[in-house]
């Protein structure tokens, strides 16, 4: 589909997306690139694949990252999420059919997570809704799916005289970390005022930025979305910011390992159109009395039959064990589950992992399992996300 650029139709600010590559082609040629790449590889970042785009893992390491934005700062480039404008008369209306989230419940200048589900109640995409103004919001998709909700909104939005606009020509760079308050209100003193999930529309060099504090690291931080022609001054300014914060340039390794300390889901992984929104452990982003939204009716089968199998927390015993995704679950020889995401937890000095576990009632935490890994069966305690004691307000 071509996006096209007339009123109430899907706009782009770019041309519309290479053609699939041909039957032999190696995926790299079909991989997005972040205009920032040259910059990444000025500062010896390794990139790699990562939903559609080749983005920087790492830097400096992973481990050293890590450290960076849980004790100081670090700086990510996040281009590859999506990012689309939806505004025009009816555009609560339409979102509120799509996603499970009501977000009549947030004004302007407030954010939501939301889930949007297939008719089984299955995650097809978690995602972010920021509210700009009366009839405008801004909403950030993963990377992998962006073009899917794009289509989905199209086929939503129907009749009504909606505007549609995906910024494929804007970055998204993110401060996170406990010292970001101080590197982004240098720059932006908004930023000082705003609270959780709350965003704002400032400018930098007479270019637009969209403002939010959130994160997916768990810590204090900030987002922000420009156009790409004043990113790299953007990123330098930030780092320039953060000389004496000791902020540093982070990959998404670090970023990765920091969700998953605090229990956070990674589309792909622990979300899947095959598991259920209930089944994640994430109702509490269903709101079954604001009306039709996909998936409702079989949420509330499902709330009413009961839960098969529920997204749990894994810590594990012993160091030297460390789950990965597709490791088996077991409990007494009997395979109860499988890890969906699993890594080494800088903090803890443990291995963690996220696993959906059936029966759903059968382990609450503190419960003991065994995860096999490479062969090796390693015990480990149920326990309820996050793994660690942050606190991202």
């Known amino acids: ?7 109430g139709a899907i706009a782009a600010t770019t041309s519309p997306a290479d053609p699939p590559p041909a039957d032999g082609e190696h995926v790299a040629r079909t991989l997005k690139h972040s205009p920032l790449e040259d910059l990444h590889r000025s500062l010896g970042a390794k990139l790699g694949p990562f939903g559609g785009w080749d983005m920087p893992l ?15 700062v670090g700086l990510f480039d996040l281009t590859h999420l999506g990012k689309v404008d939806v505004t025009g008369p009816g555009a609560l209306e339409m979102l509120q059919g799509v996603v499970s989230g009501d977000l009549s419940t947030i004004g302007v200048g407030e954010a939501l997570y939301n889930l949007v589900l297939n008719d089984a109640g299955g ?3 978690d995602l972010i809704v920021y509210r700009l103004g009366d009839e405008r919001y801004f909403v950030v998709p993963n990377a992998a799916n962006a073009t899917k909700v794009l289509r989905m909104l199209e086929e939503a939005r129907a009749s009504r005289p909606l505007h549609l606009v995906f910024h494929q020509d804007w970055c998204f760079l993110a401060v996170q970390g406990p010292r970001s308050v101080d590197v982004t209100s240098s720059l932006f003193p908004i930023a000082g005022d705003l609270g959780f999930m709350e965003c704002a529309e400032t400018e930098y060099r007479r270019r637009p930025v969209i403002l939010t504090r959130s994160g997916y690291t768990g810590e204090v931080g900030f987002e922000l979305f420009t156009y790409q022609d004043v990113a790299e001054a953007l990123w330098g300014a930030l780092m320039a910011a953060g000389t004496e914060a000791g902020i540093r340039p982070c990959g998404l390794g670090a970023r990765d390992v920091l969700r998953l300390e605090m229990g956070y889901p990674l589309y792909g992984q ?3 159109g095959d598991r259920t929104a209930l089944e994640a452990g994430l109702g509490w982003t269903v709101s079954f009395d604001k009306g039709p939204f996909r998936g409702r009716d079989a949420l509330l089968r499902q709330r009413d039959e009961g839960i098969p199998r529920r997204l749990r927390g894994l810590l594990m015993e012993e160091r030297r064990h460390i789950p990965r995704a597709h490791c088996p679950v077991l ?5 109860i589950g499988e890890v969906t995401s699993g890594t080494f937890s800088p903090l803890l000095q443990r291995g963690i992992g996220l696993a959906y576990l059936e029966p ?3 382990y609450e935490p503190d419960a003991v399992v065994e995860v096999e890994i490479r062969g090796r069966r390693g015990r480990a305690t149920v326990v309820h996300p996050p793994f660690v004691d942050r606190n991202p307000r």
């Open 1 to 7: 589909m071509s996006p096209s650029t007339e009123s």
């Open 58 to 72: 790492e830097y400096e390491g992973v481990l050293a990252e890590h450290r960076a934005v849980r004790e100081r």
């Open 123 to 125: 995650v097809v995409e």
């Open 270 to 272: 622990d979300l899947s």
């Open 331 to 335: 409990d007494g020889g009997a395979h």
């Open 360 to 362: 759903a009632d059968g």
